[in-house]
């Protein structure tokens, strides 16, 4: 095992990657639809799924579920870009391709801790 781990730095670059994927299209109707953080079960369903299997679609979701997810991502960018190469908790090894630390930062970091930012989440 190796004794790299992952930064902010790279966990941020990743996860904009995964949010351009899923979202890239989408942002404009999601963005007219209201947070519903009543759904986030649902939410923590997603992130599952995609720390499994992070090139998994999930168009067929509704929108507001895709939209908790966004914006779950989207405060992880945020907060990581306020610590720059900080190392985070998630040991890498050398040949664990983008997908593999993609996963590995949904499965041990995002979805442990929850929100970062969860005063701005409306219920």
Do not use: G, H
């Not at 720390?51 to 992880?76: C, G, H, K």
């Amino acid at each position: 095992m190796s004794n790299n781990k992952i930064t902010t730095d790279e966990a941020l670059e990743l996860l904009i990657v995964l949010i351009r994927r899923l979202f890239i299209d989408k942002i404009p109707q999601m963005k007219k639809e209201p947070v519903k953080r009543r759904f986030e079960k649902e939410l923590f369903c997603v992130l599952e799924v995609l720390s499994s299997d992070p090139s998994n679609d999930i168009d067929a979701l509704p929108i507001w579920v895709q939209r908790l997810v966004y914006e779950m991502l989207t405060q992880y960018v945020m907060f990581y870009s306020l610590k720059p190469a900080q190392n985070l908790s998630i040991e890498m090894l050398p040949d664990m391709s983008d997908d593999d630390k993609i996963a590995a930062i949904l499965y041990r970091e995002i979805m442990p801790n929850s929100w970062p930012y969860p005063q701005s989440v409306p219920l």
